[in-house]
């Protein structure tokens, strides 16, 4: 077991310095540990004194815990089955949703298959969160007010745009939609 928590520093770290687009020079230089060694640790070949892990921690904006944690497996590849998709709470009235995301570790984005029934919609007001969304039709029809513009998406077609933008959205059919929506962040986890 502690064979795998040590692997899983490098990893982490490697993980973390590619998602930052940072280069080990770059890191290297924010952190104030050498480049060989930050080379060895991703690779296994050295372990970090809890010096050097706090300072690399505190340059990729983690805590040291978050490198060390034996309860949490790494999670860099989620498969979530059909089966096994988990039905999210929605607070608006005929709107079913499926969460398509695993439990990625710092995800950066979330799926959602939702079926709108007739005349389903995201209430009276128009929301707006941080991040972006983006909308696939598979089925139908569905409405989106956004500056005060309808875009009415058939199947197949696709909307993208920022989710600070004040929206609302509807089925305005007497049949079922069903979509896909990928939100960056996920607005139900800030």
Request: one cysteine or more; proline letters at 4%.
């Amino acid at each position: 077991m502690t064979e795998e928590v040590i692997k899983d520093i490098g990893d982490r770290i490697y993980a973390l310095r590619k998602e930052g687009r940072l280069s080990i020079k770059r890191l290297s230089e924010i952190s104030g540990v050498s480049p060989a060694g930050i080379h060895k640790i991703e690779n296994n070949h050295m372990i970090p004194t809890i010096t050097v892990l706090m300072k690399i921690a505190k340059a990729l904006n983690k805590t040291v815990s978050y490198f060390v944690d034996e309860e949490k497996p790494f999670r860099d590849l989620e498969l979530v089955r059909r089966k096994d998709r988990k039905k999210l709470y929605s607070s608006r009235v005929h709107v079913w949703m499926e969460n398509l995301a695993g439990n990625m570790e710092d995800g950066l984005l979330t799926g959602i298959f939702c079926i709108v029934n007739p005349k389903g919609n995201s209430g009276k007001t128009k929301m707006s969160h941080r991040g972006e969304e983006m909308i696939l039709v598979l089925d139908n029809v569905i409405e989106f007010n956004i500056r005060n513009k309808v875009h009415r998406l058939l199947k197949g077609d696709c909307l993208h745009f920022r989710s600070e933008l004040p929206h609302s959205w509807k089925n305005p059919s007497g049949r079922k939609t069903k979509a896909l929506w990928v939100f960056a962040p996920a607005p139900f986890l800030l």
